[in-house]
């Protein structure tokens, strides 16, 4: 009897590589005394207690859920939901008379609802998605989806751990070249945790006015930045008086599970300030219904939030990341000094690059299914391995073109400070074991 056919599409499809390490892990047989996981970006922290207090109250009087009836919302989401992302961007400066806020099922469906809304027809090159390489896997991911084409911007990492745009002059040449439908930037940067100036994000601008392209800004990471002579910065805050015609083209993706410490609550936004974006956008998710509306009512209580609060917070988050990237940083340099380990400048990654300590033929994602796999050594009589994400996902590499992932690396500042204290020695000694038996 023959078996019924997968789509072409399913018979291609392969794990996230933020999510490879996880699943290889839980089907390993035989399991070491712990594993410590930084290859997604899972917070573990507790959430905000304004959000704390309606979740654990969400049975009393004041809950709408009381009765237990739990209906839809509108389509673009609850007043307060929407509320609550203009509260946070405006206790931050920002303007926000003029913006539309669409929620949505964690920032992932704002990414789909973008690609959909910027990008030309499925199955065409037309209008692609320009982004930054590395970029943030999902993007790829979701465009291969709907079959929507991306082109990227060459970024390298260099021996100092700094990842580098190339200058204005060849972005422009590869935008005519392209002809991208909107350019994509995360100036906190996942995966490489690379800090956007406000003058990077100036000259990107003037291209999009000059081309028509959207420009459209990642700000999943946007309070999270460690070095203090620099301001936070965002799409919002740039303006027609910084660029004239940036008004009217801009996006920004939001969500509740970084800074807010809340990734399983999947509410996310796209934000705009181009009313015709915002209604086409609605149009399309109406198939979706809404976002979860007990994830709605749990974020909108941010919506009531003072700007001392709102700012208080922020500090404190900066501030817990700043200690513990610093220490990491520091404590792989000591442990192997020729690893290249990326700038602790903004977000809450860094990039592991391991070519000056590798043989030849070394492969990034071979090392990280050793380590789910099988793999694990000796922490202080603690048999352990560790999990961490392949960095060839977030490079969108063409035919044969080289991956620079492929000695690469991911890490998530995600697990308690005391098991990220234990990341620089059991990622070196497990990639030393690795390369003694390669």
């Not at 291969?144 to 990842?163: A, S, Y």
């Amino acid at each position: 009897m023959s078996k019924p056919i997968l789509s072409a599409h399913f018979e291609s499809r392969k794990p996230s590589d933020v999510r490879l390490a996880q699943m290889k892990y839980d089907e390993r047989k035989v399991k070491p005394q712990a594993v410590i996981n930084v290859g997604i970006g899972n917070v573990s922290l507790p959430t905000n207690p304004a959000m704390q207090k309606r979740m654990f109250g969400l049975n009393s009087s004041e809950s709408p859920f009381a009765n237990g009836v739990v209906r839809y919302s509108g389509t673009a989401g609850t007043v307060e939901a929407q509320n609550a992302f203009k509260n946070i961007l405006k206790s931050e400066g920002f303007d926000t008379s003029n913006l539309y806020v669409q929620v949505t099922d964690g920032g992932s469906s704002g990414m789909e609802l973008l690609l959909l809304g910027v990008c030309g027809p499925a199955g065409t090159d037309e209008r692609p998605l320009m982004m930054i390489d590395p970029a943030y896997t999902n993007y790829i991911s979701f465009a291969e989806r709907i079959g929507r084409k991306t082109v990227t911007i060459k970024r390298h990492m260099g021996e100092d751990g700094k990842f580098n745009l190339p200058d204005m002059d060849e972005v422009e040449e590869m935008i005519k070249s392209n002809n991208p439908g909107a350019l994509l930037i995360i100036p906190y940067d996942n995966p490489t945790g690379q800090y956007y100036t406000y003058d990077i994000l100036k000259d990107l601008a003037k291209l999009c006015v000059k081309y028509n392209m959207w420009m459209v800004s990642d700000e999943a990471y946007r309070e999270l930045y460690y070095n203090e002579e620099e301001k936070l910065v965002s799409i919002w805050g740039l303006t027609d008086a910084d660029v004239p015609g940036i008004e009217g083209r801009r996006i920004s993706i939001e969500t509740a599970s970084k800074v807010w410490n809340a990734c399983g609550l999947r509410i996310g936004a796209v934000i705009t300030d181009n009313a015709e974006f915002n209604n086409r956008s609605v149009a399309e998710y109406t198939a979706n219904l809404c976002a979860n509306v007990i994830g709605q009512y749990i974020f909108g209580a941010l919506a009531h939030e003072s700007k001392e609060s709102i700012l208080g917070w922020c500090k404190q988050q900066r501030d817990y990341y700043k200690d513990l990237i610093v220490k990491v940083y520091n404590g792989l340099k000591e442990q192997e000094p020729n690893l290249i380990v990326s700038s602790p400048d903004a977000s809450i990654y860094s990039v592991i690059d391991v070519r000056n300590v590798v043989k030849p033929g070394f492969d990034s994602i071979d090392f990280v299914l050793y380590c789910a796999g099988e793999g694990s050594v000796d922490m202080n009589g603690v048999e352990t391995t560790l999990l961490v994400a392949p960095m060839k996902g977030f490079y969108d590499v063409k035919n044969d073109e080289e991956n620079p992932g492929k000695t690469q690396f991911r890490i998530s500042f995600v697990e308690s400070p005391e098991n990220m204290a234990k990341v620089p020695e059991l990622f070196v000694k497990l990639l030393r074991k690795y390369e003694a038996q390669r």
